[in-house]
Every structure is written in C-alpha cells, then in structure tokens.
C-alpha cells in the first residue's frame, strides 16, 4: 500500500482588496497571494477500511469532520466513489509547523496536500487545473495552496493568474500565542463598516481587476524592485483588525521601526510579517522587535518566500 509525505507552504497576502458582495454570500476579493516556505508536513496512507481518520500535533487543530483535510479527503471518496471502494479510506497525519488561525491559510495548505495526495495514490491523473477546480469547492484559499508561488488572485481568491515568482525575499512572522482572529468576524466587521463603498456591477469589478494586473505594485514584483515591493503592500482587513488588536497595531509599528522593506497583517491576522531583503536583516529584524515588546507570548518565525505549492516529500510502497 502507497504513502505519500507531502510539503505544505503557508501564505502571506502581499496584496488584500475588498471590492464587493457577490450572489453567494462570499467577497468579491483581489489580492496578491505569496508561498512562503514555512510548511506544514501531511502523511497520507490507504487504510483499508471505509473511515478518513485525522491526527495532529497541535492541540488547536480539530480531529473530526470540520477539519478541513478531511473534508478535503471526504471529496475525493464523493467524487471517485468507484475508486474509493477499492481502496477505501485514509488516514491522514497532520505535523503542524505553521501557526493555526493566524491569517496563514494553514488548514487550507492541508486540504491542498490532501487533494494532491490522493490525486497521487489513487493514480487518478487529475491535471492542476482539474485539482484546483475541486479545491474551489472546499475553500477559497485551496487553489492558490496547490500551485503556489505568487499569484494574483480574484473572485473569492479562487481565480488564479500567477505572475512572475519572488524569490529572495525573507520574512519575519510574529504572532502572539494567545491571540487569534476570527476570519469570519473580520470580513463581517469589514462589510458593516464598509459596506457603502462595495462595488457589485460587473463591469466595475473587472476594471479593479485590471488596475491591479497593471499597478505599480505587480510592475514592482515583475521588476523585482524590492525596496518598492515593501512600500506598496495593501491589506484593507488591516482597518478593522487593528482597530479592535492594540496588541498587532503595536507589533507592525514595532516592526516598522526596524529595518525592513515593509511590514503588513497578513489576511485577517493576527500575524504581521516584515518583508526582508536579507536572512541578515530579517534576523536582526526579528531580535529588536523582540526587545522592544518583551512579552513570553510573542512567537516569532523566520522564513524565505516560496516559488512552490505543494511538493511531494517522499513516497513509500
Ligand atoms: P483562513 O483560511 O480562514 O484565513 P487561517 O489561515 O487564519 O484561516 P487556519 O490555520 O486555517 O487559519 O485555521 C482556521 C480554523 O480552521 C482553526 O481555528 C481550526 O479550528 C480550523 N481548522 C480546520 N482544519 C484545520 C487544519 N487542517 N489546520 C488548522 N486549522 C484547521
């Protein structure tokens, strides 16, 4: 029986739009979605029974049908049922590196790794695209987990257009232990606050679209302009969240007094990252502002970005 051991990369939002409502409920969204190489490590193996048990090293991580590397699992057994007779369940083995509820995508990098996991032991010969089409189903973070690199991403996030990779680039994530954000409280405070300067005409939503696709910062990423990169990171969560966390407003200040090119939430927080030009820079980076918060809650990662979405570790028979 095949396992297969598989890397996946959290994300930072270099970019994050609220434009509109959409029909079903979600945002109408365009952001820049960027890999980073802090990653979580999924074991996936055929179990020979009918279940889909989930395991996991982090007491923050849920064991049963929410999770969403289960669901992710339980899609596959629902769309290949001819398959998942005859090789029958999974057990899945989650080694959680990258901080939960943290505005990371974690759990949606652990759906992705599903996806490409089973796509792999069932030998069903799914194209990305075809992957990245069921990933849609499940979440709107899934699809960008699977290819990852940096890419522009619109509609709920679903909608992929990758540009040119940046690489070299390291950044500082911090995040307090003892605080975490409610993706959902984040975007309802947003649309409560926000609500009057939605745009729903379709017209209106491709035309924000395309000024993002020829904005200075998407020119800076493909000119690999670094110090610009750090000076144009946009993240309209950062109005409600900071407002409402003193606590992160003061850590991206922190950061800010530090060199760096930049420093932005990511997502709907908690965490703040500095975009470094250097391991060097990141590093000392990291240390002021460890000395200038002081507080034993405050836990720090220091990580290159990524060029890749999920990679297959190792396999066995
Ligand atoms: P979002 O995609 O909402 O921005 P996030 O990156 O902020 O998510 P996650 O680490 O994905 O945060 O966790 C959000 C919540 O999802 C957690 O509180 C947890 O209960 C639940 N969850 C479900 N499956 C997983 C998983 N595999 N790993 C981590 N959390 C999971």
């Not at 396992?3 to 939002?13: E, G, H, M, Q, V």
């Not at 992710?72 to 590196?97: H, Q, R, S, T, W």
């Not at 007094?257 to 391991?279: K, R």
Request: net charge neutral.
């Amino acid at each position: 029986m095949h396992s297969y051991s598989l890397i996946a990369p959290a994300k930072i939002n270099l970019h994050l739009e609220i434009i509109g409502d959409r029909p079903d409920g979600f945002h109408e969204l365009v952001m820049i979605l960027q890999s980073i190489e802090l990653a979580d490590r999924i074991d996936i193996q055929a179990n020979s029974t009918e279940s889909i048990s989930v395991h996991a090293n982090h007491p923050q991580v849920p064991l049963d049908k929410t999770n969403l590397a289960y669901r992710a699992a339980k899609l596959m057994c629902e769309a290949f049922p001819d398959v998942y007779n005859n090789f029958g369940g999974v057990d899945i083995i989650i080694k959680k590196n990258i901080p939960v509820a943290a505005g990371l995508a974690g759990g949606s990098a652990n759906a992705a790794a599903v996806l490409v996991g089973i796509n792999m032991m069932w030998e069903l010969g799914l194209t990305q695209p075809e992957l990245q089409n069921l990933a849609a189903r499940l979440g709107s973070d899934i699809p960008f987990c699977i290819s990852g690199g940096t890419a522009i991403a619109t509609g709920r996030g679903e909608k992929l257009d990758p540009i040119q990779d940046l690489t070299n680039l390291w950044v500082v994530l911090a995040k307090y232990s003892n605080l975490s954000v409610s993706t959902a409280w984040a975007y309802q405070t947003y649309r409560q606050q926000y609500g009057n300067t939605y745009v729903s005409d379709a017209e209106k939503i491709k035309s924000r679209t395309a000024k993002l696709h020829s904005s200075p910062l998407v020119s800076a990423i493909i000119h690999k302009q670094t110090k610009e990169i750090g000076k144009l990171l946009y993240n309209d969560l950062e109005k409600v969240v900071l407002p409402e966390y003193p606590q992160v407003a003061q850590l991206r200040s922190a950061f800010a007094e530090t060199e760096i090119l930049g420093t932005m939430m990511s997502g709907s927080g908690p965490t703040v990252f500095a975009l470094c030009e250097s391991e060097k820079q990141a590093l000392i980076s990291k240390q002021k502002v460890k000395e200038a918060i002081n507080d034993p809650n405050l836990d720090f990662w220091v990580t290159k970005l990524s060029s890749g979405g999920i990679q297959v570790g190792s396999t066995c028979k």
